[in-house]
């Protein structure tokens, strides 16, 4: 095992009907289907879509950091 770590981030867009914490609840569950040694996420942007002067879905613009595998 190494004494250090390497780390790279990707940015995904999780959505939701429900709430906010769901769009990040969604994106992280879809993401760690392809995306090994996940530790932490940033929400870089929130916005949502309006369908009859109420919330359609939100959406969240997300980076995830991850472990490089072996460091």
């Known amino acids: 095992m190494s004494d ?5 981030k990707v940015e995904i867009v999780g959505s939701s009907k429900k709430s906010i914490e ?8 879809e993401c760690g289907k ?4 996940m530790e932490w996420f940033e ?3 929130t916005r949502g879509h ?16 991850f472990r490089i595998k072996d460091s």
């Open 50 to 65: 309006i369908v009859d002067g109420k919330v359609g879905h939100y959406q969240v613009v997300m980076k995830v950091g």
């Open 22 to 29: 769901d769009a990040i609840e969604n994106a992280l569950e």
């Open 43 to 45: 929400v870089m942007e």
């Open 34 to 37: 392809s995306v090994r040694n």
């Open 4 to 8: 250090h770590h390497v780390y790279k």
